[in-house]
């Protein structure tokens, strides 16, 4: 079991607040109870990066000046990890970059199904041996075939099922540069593979219903204009403004940060 959170925004933006500061339930308190790994990936300017370790976010020396000084971008997918199937290593930590796509997930698939499913140019790239890694290398083979990435997140989710390759869920968050991609599929533990979503701001916003720490990152983010879409296994704020994602939904948030829930049915 794993935790989740993604963002796209209008411009370079950081994630400290997310990591260290969310009144609710942080990344680095999260950890706590997923403690095999931690990673982000971020896009720039300069395209993709990627930073993880093997250990426990709260663990970690690095992190803490890491999120606060390097890590800023317009797309960011980040994870922490409880690991299910693959050791605590690197290679077997969230998230990963794979031509052009970057992906985190929380859940358990089996792992030799899913290898079944993979044609040796996909398999032979892995550089784990987890579950996750798998699935995520079937959504890219899918999307490469049919080209399209919504089809080919379905067309991946429609071989799991039809070839009754067993799992918990098929939660993730995803990126290829253009959108933002975050599935919620579940089969057991509804009330825990959730997925929820907020925008910032948004119409209607009432500040002094909000916390303290919340009002103060919102009213920063407003002087700058910063605009997200925040989407998260956890509600991390106090705020009603989250939107819990349906079982079975596809959520697509584009570069205008336009949100599109499109069902997954199989």
Known sequence: MCRLLGLYAN??????????????RSLAELSYDNPSGWGVAWLDDRGWHVYKEPIALYESRKAEEFIKSVVRGRIIVSHVRFASVGISRKENTHPWLYRGWVFAHNGTIDRYGL???????????????????????????????????????????????KNNIRFSSLNFIASSRERLYALRYARTRLDYYTLHYIERPREGLELRRLSRETRQLILMKLARGERAVIVASETMSNETYWRQVPNKHLVIVDKNLNIELKPVEI
């Open 115 to 161: 290898l079944g499913l993979l044609r040796s140019e996909y398999k032979k790239d892995l550089e784990g041996n987890t579950d996750s890694e798998a699935f995520f290398h079937l959504i890219v083979q899918e999307v490469n075939d049919l080209n399209d990435p919504v089809e080919g997140i379905r067309r991946a989710v429609e071989k799991i099922v």
């Open 11 to 24: 411009k370079l933006v950081d994630v400290w607040f997310s990591f260290y500061e969310a009144p609710k």
